[in-house]
C-alpha cells in the first residue's frame, strides 16, 4: 500500500511561483530516489528533478534547472517542488514518482502567458 498524493497546482502567470507537494504514505524509500515528471499534451512524459530520500542529492532538467528546486521534509514523508520564473512551457500535469516504480494521480499546472 503505497500512496504519493499530489498538491499545490493551479494556475499561475508567466514569471510566478508555485510549490507542488508530493505526501508519501505506507512505506519508506530510504536510499531511493523520489522526483517529479511532467507532462503536456501531445507530448511524452519527461523528467524534471529527483531528490534522494536520505542523502538528498538532486538532480534537474536542463529545462528547469536554476527555476525549480526540489526538496524533501522526512518528518512529514513530503518532497516538494518548489517553481520559480515559471514559463507557458512549463504547462503540464506534473507527477510524483517514487522509486522509478510509484506514481501519484497528477496536478495540472497551467502558465499563462
Known amino acids: 500500500q503505497v500512496q504519493l498524493v499530489e498538491s499545490g497546482g493551479g494556475l499561475v502567470q508567466a514569471g510566478g511561483s508555485l510549490r507542488l507537494a508530493c505526501a508519501a504514505s505506507?512505506?519508506?524509500?530510504?536510499?531511493?530516489?523520489m522526483g517529479w515528471f511532467r507532462q503536456a499534451p501531445g507530448k511524452e512524459r519527461e523528467f524534471v528533478a529527483q531528490i534522494n530520500w536520505s542523502s538528498g542529492r538532486r538532480d534537474y532538467a536542463d529545462s528547469v534547472k536554476g527555476r525549480f528546486t526540489i526538496s524533501r521534509d522526512n518528518a512529514k514523508n513530503t518532497v516538494y517542488l518548489q517553481m520559480n520564473r515559471l514559463k507557458p512551457e512549463d504547462t503540464a500535469v506534473y507527477y510524483c514518482n517514487a522509486a522509478q516504480i510509484y506514481w501519484g494521480q497528477g496536478t495540472q499546472v497551467t502558465v499563462s502567458s
Open positions: 505506507g512505506r519508506t524509500f530510504s536510499s531511493y530516489n
